[in-house]
């Protein structure tokens, strides 16, 4: 099983994040929120066992995008605010994260919430773009 | 830094994945070492030095990669 590649270890971590992800969000409440814990916890296990699979020039690959492009993305991500405060989008994007934190009960999150949970996705979702464009580059460079 | 990795592999008849077999790392990091483009480490240069039975100062050189 160690002998999985770095790319298989890779692979199991983000589809068991996603599933666990998936399955919190239809399940919501207290259980939600443990599999959403639970999820975070997998992705970690697994991204650390493909990291130590993982040959060094891939390391670097890995080492240089998230401190490059995490910072750009970072950046970026703070940059295009002004696109994610426009009513439109923002109404939108609040009312599906709304939906989603609703109790099983239906009864609605707290006010400021879905709010707070779209500014830590969208500087997460700003460096992991910011990420995968670095990485992209950088194996192109390395050709 | 410069190298020799293409020319010693070729000797010994190996492809870019047989060596990189033999240094259990990925054949682009293999192909990235012999352009110049990615400077091992040196664990791993030993390794490289140890897998053609030559010292490291005979496989890689200061300078740039042609």
């Known amino acids: ?20 992800v998936a399955i919190a969000i239809v399940t919501r409440g207290t259980a939600g929120l443990v599999l959403a814990y639970a999820a975070f916890i997998w992705l970690a296990a697994f991204s650390l066992l493909a990291w130590k699979r993982q040959d060094e020039f891939e390391r670097a690959a890995q080492k240089f995008s998230w401190v490059f492009g995490g910072l750009f ?4 991500s703070l940059a295009l605010l002004p696109v994610l405060l426009q009513p439109g989008v923002l109404d939108t994007l609040t009312g599906w994260i709304g939906e989603a934190l609703r109790a099983p009960d239906g009864s609605p999150p707290a006010p400021a919430a879905p709010a707070f949970l779209l500014g830590a996705i969208w500087i ?8 995968l464009v670095c990485w992209v580059g950088w194996h192109i460079a390395k050709r | ?11 010994k008849g190996w ?5 990189a077999k033999l240094l259990d790392v990925s054949r682009n990091s293999v ?7 990615y400077d091992p480490s040196l664990p791993l240069a030993f390794r490289i030095a140890d897998v053609f039975g030559m010292k490291i100062e005979e496989i890689f050189q200061k300078g740039d990669q042609k």
């Not at chain 1, 997460?124 to 910011?130: F, P, R, S, T």
């Open chain 2, 31 to 37: 192909n990235a070492i012999e352009n110049g483009k």
């Open chain 1, 73 to 76: 993305g970072l950046l970026g």
């Open chain 2, 1 to 11: 830094m410069k190298n020799r990795i293409r020319v010693l592999r070729a000797e």
């Open chain 1, 124 to 131: 997460a979702l700003g460096q992991l773009v910011g990420f």
């Open chain 2, 15 to 19: 492809t870019q994945a047989d060596l």
């Open chain 1, 1 to 20: 099983m160690s002998r999985l590649s770095a790319r298989s270890w890779r692979l199991a971590a983000a589809l068991g994040f996603w599933a666990l």
